[in-house]
């Protein structure tokens, strides 16, 4: 396993905290997707202005939801980590 | 009737009719079809792979998998042009003894641009150059059982890799890969054997042994397309 995770492990890693919760805050994210809130924040910032997540606020609160676009990511990302599997290449 | 069977001759049962050749060959354009939309599947699965990951590896397996589509696409259409089309004989010559050898030379290609994925996989090197002797194709003969060969060392070295990776991981993803190379091993031991010993029986048998490879990743292809979502492991 590598030390270092790749810009797409990241990214995948954040979206599939908030597949599993349905709707995330940042707090949750944050203790999940193992990164800085400065890092954080640029990398949701990045994943909702493609399309891949929705920022919901909710009072003070702030969440984020997959969008349909980001499901179809998501299930991109699974084929992608079969066939990195397959060939042993590591992402 | 010729030989009417009531006058107490015995007759001796004749063998089974072999197909037409032409039927023979159409099966294994078919087959060759099958193969060839195996490996276009897996080409674009990984072409996607390096276009959202941006990683350098897949470019190689891409590129070895988009070369052995185009070896493939030359043999089905070379195979299926000497079977329908009236041509001159000096045409026929150049199918078999020219443009024959493409195939032949982009499996190398191909197979040396795998080899090179896995290589940069194990130890993590950033480049590797490739130089291929274009001497090769000026002797035909002796080229067809240089690349044999060198196929063959190649196919050895992607097997005990791929086998590495399954080793590693133990999922049935990357069995895969890894029976579909072996098969393909098998073919290409089998293919020179035929060519030493001229037997045509060998040969077709080397052809099953690549498509039954080729099948396998067609196999894989269709798993990766057809997982599902819920399947993702959190």
């Not at chain 2, 037409?20 to 276009?40: E, I, N, W």
Request: hydrophobic share 55%; charged share 20%.
């Amino acid at each position: 396993m590598s030390a270092r995770r790749s810009k797409f492990r990241i990214l995948s890693d954040i979206m599939r905290v908030v597949e599993r919760e349905g709707e995330a805050n940042v707090s949750t994210l944050l203790l999940e997707a193992n990164l800085s809130y400065a890092r954080l924040s640029k990398y949701l910032e990045e994943l909702v202005d493609k399309g891949f997540l929705l920022r919901i606020e909710d009072g003070r609160e702030v969440k984020f939801k997959l969008t349909p676009k980001g499901e179809s990511f998501l299930r991109e990302v699974k084929r992608i980590e079969a066939i990195a599997e397959a060939f042993g290449v590591e992402l | 009737m010729l030989f009417p069977s009531n006058l107490g001759v015995t007759t001796v049962p004749r063998p089974a009719p072999l197909p037409p050749p032409q039927q023979v060959a159409g099966f294994l354009l078919l087959l060759d079809a099958l193969g060839l939309g195996a490996l276009l599947a897996l080409s674009y699965l990984l072409y996607r792979s390096w276009s959202i990951t941006r990683n350098r590896l897949f470019v190689f397996f891409f590129l070895g998998f988009a070369v052995l589509s185009a070896g493939e696409l030359s043999r089905l259409v070379l195979l299926a042009v000497a079977m329908t089309a009236r041509i001159s004989e000096l045409r026929l010559f150049f199918l078999t003894h020219v443009a024959g050898f493409i195939p032949q030379l982009s499996q190398t290609v191909a197979l040396t641009l795998i080899a090179i994925g896995y290589s940069l996989e194990a130890f993590r090197a950033e480049s590797l150059q490739v130089i291929l002797p274009y001497w090769l194709l000026r002797e035909r003969r002796a080229a067809f059982w240089i690349t044999g060969v060198l196929n063959t060392a190649l196919l050895a070295y992607i097997v005990v890799n791929a086998f590495s990776v399954y080793a590693a991981s133990r999922r049935n993803h990357s069995l895969f890969p890894a029976l579909a190379f072996l098969s393909m091993l098998a073919s290409n031991v089998v293919l020179l054997f035929s060519l030493g010993m001229e037997n045509e029986l060998l040969f077709v048998s080397s052809k099953l042994l690549h498509l039954a490879g080729l099948l396998l990743l067609l196999v894989l292809a269709v798993r990766v397309v057809r997982l599902e979502r819920k399947e993702v492991e959190v």
